[in-house]
C-alpha cells in the first residue's frame, strides 16, 4: 500500500473508531501503520491499565488473543474486538489448563505465578499473573518460604531467578521470536558497536546470558521500561533485543536517536496478522468479539488484578 492509500484508510479507522465510541489499543509490536491510529500503544501491563480506565463501551484490541482475552476479562461491562481471532501467541500455546493443573498437583501448596502470555484458562489455575514489567515484583512479594511454580517463559523465569535470588520451579516454555535472539547475537553487538547502549528483553533466549556480561551498559527491561530508558538517556545509540515492532515507537518517542535491532528476524508473525484493513472490518462491522466464559473470567480476575495492582 502506498502512502496515500495507507493515511485514508488510517482517517477512515479513526472515523469510525470515534462513531463506534471505541478505544484503540495497540501492544508495542503492532505494524507501525497500526500503532499510528492507537489511542495508547504499549506494553502488556499498560494496555491492561488502559483498558480497566476507558470511559469507552468498545475497546478494540490490536494485539494478540490472550491480550485481547485479559482486556475482556478485566472489563466483562465492556465489548473487546480483535481484528483477528487468529492471532495467536507461540509462548501461551506452549502450556494449557490441564497440563498446568497436572504440574500444580505435582508440587501440592505451591504458589503459581504466570506470565500474563497465557489462556484465559491457564490464568483461572493461577495465584499471580505477572507482565516483564512487574515479574520481579510479583515474586519479590510472595514469602520466601513458598515454593513457586513460575510458567511458560523459561527464560523469564531462569533471569527471575538471577536477579530475586529465589529458586523458581519453572516450566519449559518459550517464546519462539524471543527464543531466537541467540548469547552470539550479542556477543557480536558487544565487540562490533561499543559505543551502544545494549536494550534486551529478558524473554529472549539471551537474557540470562547477558547478565553474566556485567557491563553496565547492557540493560535488561520490558519493552515499557526500553522506551522509558531511551527517551531519558543522554546516550544516543542503542540495540535492541525483542521484536522488532517496538523500534517504531522508539523512534517516535525519542527523535534524534539511533535504534537498530539486535535481530532483523525478530518479527512475531502473529502480531504482524493485525493489518489496518482489518481493524476498519472490525470497527465497521463490530466482529470477532472476545469473551471468556464467566466462571473461567472469575477466577482469572483474581490474578490478573494482583498483577494490575502490583506496579
Ligand atoms: S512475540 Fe512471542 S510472546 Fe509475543 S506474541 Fe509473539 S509469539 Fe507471543
Given at each position: 500500500m502506498n502512502t496515500f492509500a495507507v493515511a485514508t484508510l488510517q482517517e477512515e479507522v479513526r472515523g469510525l473508531a470515534r462513531e463506534r465510541g471505541a478505544v484503540i489499543l495497540a501492544h508495542n509490536y503492532q505494524l507501525p501503520e497500526v500503532q499510528d491510529i492507537a489511542d495508547y500503544v504499549g506494553d502488556s501491563l499498560g494496555l491492561s491499565h488502559q483498558a480497566q480506565a476507558t470511559?469507552?463501551?468498545?475497546i478494540v484490541f490490536c494485539g494478540v488473543h490472550f491480550m485481547a482475552e485479559t482486556a475482556a476479562i478485566l472489563c466483562p461491562d465492556k465489548t473487546v474486538l480483535i481484528?483477528?481471532?487468529?492471532?495467536?501467541c507461540s509462548l501461551a500455546a506452549s502450556i494449557t489448563a490441564e497440563q498446568l493443573r497436572h504440574w500444580k498437583s505435582q508440587h501440592p501448596g505451591a504458589v503459581v505465578v504466570s506470565y500474563v502470555n497465557t489462556t484465559a484458562e491457564v490464568k483461572a489455575e493461577s495465584d499471580y499473573c505477572c507482565t516483564s514489567g512487574n515479574a520481579r515484583a510479583v515474586i519479590e512479594a510472595i514469602p520466601a518460604d513458598h515454593q513457586i511454580l513460575f510458567l511458560p517463559d523459561m527464560f523469564l523465569g531462569v533471569w527471575l531467578e538471577r536477579v530475586t535470588g529465589r529458586k523458581l520451579t519453572i516450566w519449559l516454555g518459550e517464546c519462539h521470536v524471543h527464543a531466537g535472539i541467540r548469547p552470539a547475537d550479542i556477543q557480536l553487538w558487544q565487540t562490533e558497536a561499543p559505543d551502544a547502549e545494549l536494550l534486551v528483553h529478558?524473554?529472549?533466549?539471551c537474557a540470562s546470558q547477558c547478565?553474566?556480561?556485567?557491563?553496565?551498559?547492557t540493560h535488561i527491561l520490558s519493552t515499557e521500561q526500553m522506551v522509558r530508558f531511551a527517551t531519558q538517556s543522554p546516550k544516543q545509540r542503542f540495540l535492541v533485543a525483542t521484536e522488532i515492532g517496538i523500534l517504531h515507537r522508539l523512534n517516535q518517542e525519542a527523535p534524534g536517536k539511533t535504534f537498530e535491532a539486535v535481530?532483523?528476524?525478530?518479527?512475531c508473525k502473529y502480531m504482524k496478522m493485525i493489518t489496518l484493513e482489518k481493524v476498519r472490518d472490525t470497527l465497521r462491522d463490530g466482529k470477532h468479539e472476545v469473551s471468556v466464559d464467566k466462571d473461567i473470567a472469575d477466577r482469572a480476575r483474581l490474578a490478573i488484578e494482583r498483577m494490575v495492582a502490583i506496579a
Open positions: 470511559d469507552a463501551d468498545t481484528p483477528d481471532p487468529d492471532a495467536g529478558p524473554e529472549c533466549g547478565m553474566a556480561f556485567g557491563n553496565d551498559r535481530s532483523e528476524n525478530a518479527i
